[in-house]
């Protein structure tokens, strides 16, 4: 079998997780901690030669929380936490970042260091915003449709126009989407029967004549 050497220090420095250590003293003394922390700006003897201590790089309205959040662990005689919070880089950029910290305890069981893992979730934590803000807009939308008197429908290019989608507001006329959705009801049976052939002909043409819209 064909035998590799790794160099188990290159390959944490050269991966975008940050490793630490730290005292569980005030603001969390920095004992040990990998090279790339320089991906935030910051060298490694910025931070084990106490310049700079652990929670000094942590946003001021998250540290709080953070502390609450260890405290409510122990209270529960956990060991392991993961956390997100944000973090200032060296040159006052704000990322938000995923930690997973272990508590450890010296020999008459009191906390003495937290020993932990650090990656960079921004991109991440953009995602999910924007995520929430399209969310929101259709929610908005949604309720702003569902109060109106205007009715929206999908429906399929097939016999009876079968319903993809209708909007909750369709329950003025005595209907849930259900009923669409289901195939229980196609949209031509909301049709005055003595109508159905005139629209059917007339939504015909002005498709073969290439328009998107018709009244």
């Not at 652990?54 to 209270?75: F, K, M, N, Q, T």
């Not at 159905?196 to 004549?209: A, D, P, Q």
Request: glycine share 4%; hydrophobic share 30%.
């Amino acid at each position: 079998m064909r035998k590799f050497n790794i160099n188990l220090e290159s390959l944490i420095n050269s991966s975008p997780i940050v490793i630490f250590l730290c005292k569980s003293t005030e603001n969390w003394p920095v004992e040990l901690i990998t090279e790339n922390i320089q991906q935030f700006g910051y060298t490694v003897k910025d931070l084990i030669s106490g310049k700079i201590r652990y929670l000094d790089i942590v946003h001021p309205d998250d540290i709080e929380r953070i502390r609450s959040e260890v405290a409510g662990c122990l209270e529960k005689e956990c060991t392991e936490l993961t956390q997100e919070y944000r973090i200032y880089t060296a040159s006052g950029e704000t990322r938000w970042v995923e930690v997973k910290i272990r508590i450890r305890k010296d020999e008459d069981g009191k906390v003495s260091h937290y020993q932990g893992t650090l990656y960079d979730a921004t991109q991440r934590k953009k995602a999910e915003e924007s995520m929430q803000k399209a969310l929101k807009k259709k929610n908005e939308l949604k309720n702003v449709i569902n109060s109106s008197p205007v009715f929206v429908f999908l429906c399929r290019p097939e016999e009876g126009w079968p319903v993809e989608f209708v909007s909750e507001n369709i329950t003025k006329l005595g209907y849930t989407p259900e009923d669409f959705t289901s195939r229980e009801m196609l949209y031509t049976d909301l049709i005055h029967p003595g109508d159905r052939e005139r629209i059917r002909s007339e939504v015909e043409k002005f498709s073969r004549e290439g328009y998107t819209e018709c009244t």
